[in-house]
């Protein structure tokens, strides 16, 4: 799981004590609250099949998270079909700087 980091215990205590106020207003979270119960609701059940190793890399991809694996196939395939999901392209790994190419014949001696 993720530690918490300072500026998130600062938020909790700050919300904690009461130092927080909220700015909505009862129509806006009225709204929000709505768009969250429907965003939440799961009324499908869909059956797939993967690879075993496809399947053991999701589950330490959700343990690495902090979440059940299929919670994060479904995040996965929600933010996909959303037009929010960032593929990460392959991490290379560091190489040394290249030397400088010299061409033959270029360098002259002095006389």
Do not use: W
Request: charged residues 30%; hydrophobic residues 35%; proline residues 5%.
């Amino acid at each position: 799981m993720k530690r918490t980091d300072p500026f998130e215990l600062e938020l909790v205590e700050a919300y904690e004590s009461g130092k927080l106020k909220s700015i909505a207003t009862r129509r806006e979270l009225d709204r929000l609250r709505a768009a969250a119960r429907a965003t939440a609701t799961k009324d499908r059940r869909v059956n797939i099949r993967l690879s075993s190793g496809d399947l053991q890399d999701i589950q330490v991809k959700a343990l690495e998270e902090g979440v059940p694996y299929q919670t994060l196939i479904a995040s996965v395939l929600h933010k996909y079909v959303t037009g929010r999901f960032q593929e990460r392209g392959p991490v290379a790994p560091p190489t040394a700087p290249k030397a400088k190419a010299t061409r033959r014949g270029t360098a002259r001696k002095n006389a």
